[in-house]
């Protein structure tokens, strides 16, 4: 037992720790080029709200598509669906007389994001149907948004947003 101790404690102590150093670096450098990697892609987060510019004039809803990645990427069609699985019918990226929408498909580019609306009257129908078919009630956060990044759709979630509580529209930095 005594020569293995004075093994770690000789001459080759020195040698051992910068062996144990490299080891610790370069699976440090495996996990970042794991990380990296799998960030590499466009990464999709898709948000859906509700919105209304003011009391006497119909509201909207917005799909909001963030790209996180580092790589552009198109979104040729969005949709949205109950959560018992009913697609809900409307038409996605026109204009509404109180707000500009991107247009589909759409490039988002790394760290932007577009939006997408659609008018009030063609989602409170579909919401009913989607209701009907469940039979149950369908509320604003049954509601799933999708988009299509290539052949593969990207669930995202209801958000509330202080514009679909109060009244106000969200601001670009273009506008």
Do not use: C
């Not at 039979?135 to 509601?143: C, D, T």
């Amino acid at each position: 037992m005594g020569s293995s101790l004075s093994f770690y404690m000789g001459s080759n102590a020195m040698t051992t720790f910068i062996a144990w150093l490299a080891l610790v670096v370069s699976a440090a450098s495996l996990a970042w080029q794991v990380v990296s990697w799998r960030s590499s892609g466009p990464r999709i987060r898709v948000q859906l709200t509700e919105i209304t510019p003011k009391r006497d004039v119909p509201g909207a809803y917005m799909i909001v598509l963030a790209n996180d990645g580092r790589q552009a990427a198109t979104v040729p069609e969005v949709r949205v669906r109950s959560k018992n699985g009913y697609p809900l019918d409307a038409e996605w990226g026109v204009d509404i007389e109180w707000v500009h929408s991107d247009p589909l498909p759409v490039t988002v580019e790394p760290g932007g994001e577009a939006r997408l609306y659609t008018a009030h009257a063609y989602m409170k129908e579909s919401i009913f149907q989607a209701g009907q078919a469940g039979r149950q009630k369908v509320e604003h956060w049954h509601l799933i948004p999708e988009a299509r990044v290539g052949t593969t759709w990207v669930s995202g979630t209801w958000k509330t947003t202080p514009w679909s509580r109060n009244g106000g529209i969200p601001s670009r930095p273009e506008d």
